[in-house]
């Protein structure tokens, strides 16, 4: 996301875009928990970010599923992206970055945490449309 560099709007954007991720979660019916990531753990190029971690149960621990970045002007100036304001005056935007549903870091916890005790998988009503209704994935008998 490309936003006039006004930390207040890109902080707002921020959680935004954090929000979005998480009602994914939410939606998909898996535990998570928000991490707000110290400064030893980003990037260079990172102003903040947070991680959103999805319980998985094979592992007895959380997995990142989830990232959302704001990177003030940083991305900005490297690739040229700026904004002319009222005034004519030319202005480096600030970037921000979110996974909202990277589907192979989803999968896991997904498939672990709908398991049944007879092997089969509970597919969350959010994602019944794309399956064409169904309601379960059950190994098929040969």
Same mark, same amino acid.
């Given at each position: ?24 979660? $939410? ?36 997995? $990142? ?75 098929? $008998?040969?």
């Amino acid at each position: 996301m490309i936003c006039r560099n006004d930390p207040e709007l890109s902080e707002r954007l921020l959680h935004e875009m954090t929000d979005n991720a998480r009602q994914v979660l $939410e939606l998909l019916g898996l535990p998570y928990r928000q991490v707000a990531v110290c400064t030893g753990d980003m990037g260079q190029k990172n102003y903040k970010q947070y991680d959103l971690e999805t319980w998985m149960p094979g592992r007895n621990g959380y997995g $990142e599923t989830h990232s959302a970045s704001n990177l003030h002007e940083f991305q900005a100036r490297r690739a040229q992206i700026r904004w002319r304001d009222e005034a004519g005056k030319l202005h480096y935007c600030h970037t921000l970055n979110c996974t909202a549903a990277a589907s192979p870091r989803l999968l896991i916890p997904l498939l672990e945490n709908h398991q049944r005790e007879d092997g089969s998988v509970a597919i969350p009503p959010a994602l019944r449309p794309y399956m064409r209704g169904l309601a379960e994935l059950r190994r098929q $008998e040969s």
